[in-house]
């Protein structure tokens, strides 16, 4: 007989409980009951093929299944009480379920271990995350689409070190981030085709001489085959490693463009104004509209970070197969993808909501002799000067606009040819920012043409 106090599940050779220390450290319960839904999959997927080979009756099969599921139903109805002493999901699961339906309980562990179970589920938990993901990028695109298209040749500054370089388009703007955020996609994409192979009947690390059917089971649970080295099966988490580097990546995207919102809807500013939805207020400043909704996104990438290095740090220098480190893998993930799919929401909400200042932008477009390089190619084109020359004669002419206190455009014909004498007037149809962003044809360019293209191309692809 066992100690009252020791663990029913693995107590036989124990002849006392745990010290109170030693169960807190222990338990996983109080995070790992997040995935009570996909610990109680598996196990439904695990008795059917216990069932289908013979190796449990049908009986048995039958009284577990209806079993999980009661139990399904107390967690999801908030009335299971989960025990400490329990120390995690599986066996919290399996103990209830041996309250309910008494001995084919203790039968379900047949030819499975805790390491190739909680591999499984967690797998299955990242997997839902990778689809969840993917849903909010796909959203995030769309609603940068929405604003591309409506300001495809709407002009706005474009920026180089933050300082004004050369028009550009609000709708080129806007397509910069679809293509980041479909590179996300794709590694989404990628990485959940990579991960989705199954650990389950691993066991504890060898495999079983049970005459499991692993291909039955890696079915049932929407994987596409089993997973081929038991030892790797149970010590892999690369699929929450690659899980936590996409998201640091997007995540990277995100507060790049937190960041840019924030400047863009400062007073000095004014590229956009947020809504009221998206924004909050000050409790002393009344006149205060405040861009937290980005600030929290730009901040949020510093956890999603943090947790893809802390799980490498956990699993660095880690000997085959299972160690109880890698329990440590599950709170990383799950704050991570909490913060991912919250921040990839709010951004989504933000961009649909936010209205670009036409005016503002296209005012900030003709500052800072940002039609520059227009002017410069101008030189090389009809004069037939070499670009270095040509960049020699505009940053003269910088210069001397500066000196008076205005922009190229302003300057007259003769101050011109004082600087260079075959300057003519056609110069000053390109210093305009509407010429200068129609004029970049170039594939790719920022002209409203191209931005068009692009536009069209990605709707058609995500259609
Ligand atoms: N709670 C454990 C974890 O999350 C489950 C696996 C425990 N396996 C074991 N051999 N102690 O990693």
């Not at 006392?16 to 009570?36: H, K, T, V």
């Not at 040509?390 to 600087?419: F, R, Y």
């Amino acid at each position: 007989m066992t100690d009252k106090t020791s663990n029913t599940m693995w107590g036989g050779r124990f002849a006392a409980g745990p010290d109170a220390i030693m169960e807190a450290i222990n338990a996983s319960i109080g995070f790992d009951q997040r995935l009570a839904a996909q610990d109680i999959a598996g196990s439904r997927a695990h008795a059917a093929m216990l069932g289908a080979t013979g190796i449990l009756t049908d009986t048995d099969v039958e009284a577990i299944r209806e079993g999980l599921l009661t139990v399904l139903s107390e967690i999801e109805g908030g009335h299971f009480a989960f025990s400490t002493a329990l120390e995690d999901i599986h066996m919290n699961v399996e103990s209830r379920l041996k309250e309910i339906i008494g001995e084919p309980a203790g039968r379900l562990h047949t030819g499975r271990s805790r390491n190739d179970q909680v591999a499984t589920d967690f797998k299955l938990w990242v997997r839902d995350q990778f689809d969840a993901a993917e849903t909010g990028l796909l959203a995030l695109i769309h609603a940068l689409l929405g604003q591309a298209e409506a300001g495809a040749d709407w002009v706005m500054p474009g920026f180089t070190h933050l300082q004004v370089a050369q028009p550009v388009t609000w709708g080129h703007h806007m397509m910069a981030y679809v293509e980041m955020f479909g590179r996300d996609l794709s590694r989404v994409r990628d990485a959940r085709a990579r991960m989705n192979t199954s650990p389950l009947g691993a066991a504890a690390l060898a495999g079983t001489s049970f005459p499991i059917d692993r291909h039955m089971t890696a079915k049932a649970l929407g994987f596409d085959t089993p997973a081929a080295n038991s030892l790797d099966a149970v010590s892999d988490r690369d699929f929450a490693l690659d899980f936590l580097s996409v998201a640091s990546i997007s995540a990277m995207h995100l507060s790049r463009f937190a960041e840019e919102l924030v400047i863009w809807s400062s007073a000095q500013f004014r590229f956009v104004t947020l809504s009221d939805r998206f924004s909050t207020g000050s409790s002393i400043m009344p006149q205060k509209k405040n861009p937290d909704a980005a600030e929290l996104i730009r901040a949020k990438v510093g956890r999603i970070f943090g947790a893809n290095v802390s799980l490498m740090m956990v699993m660095k220098g880690l000997p085959l197969t299972y160690s109880k480190d890698m329990q440590e893998d599950k709170e990383q993930v799950f704050d991570a993808a909490d913060s991912w799919m919250l921040a990839m929401a709010a951004m989504e909400g933000m961009v649909k909501d936010m209205t670009a200042n036409r005016e503002s932008l296209a005012a900030a477009a003709a500052t800072g002799f940002s039609t520059a390089t227009d002017l410069a190619d101008w030189l090389v084109r009809v004069l037939g000067m070499p670009f270095r020359d040509a960049h020699h004669v505009t940053g003269t002419l910088v210069a001397l606009a500066e000196s008076k206190g205005c922009d190229l455009p302003d300057l007259s014909l003769e101050d011109m040819q004082n600087v260079h004498a075959k300057i003519t007037g056609d110069v000053f149809d390109v210093l305009g920012v509407q010429n200068s962003v129609r004029s970049r044809m170039s594939y790719g360019g920022t002209a409203p043409e191209q931005v068009r293209t692009q536009i069209k191309l990605w709707k058609d692809a995500l259609s």
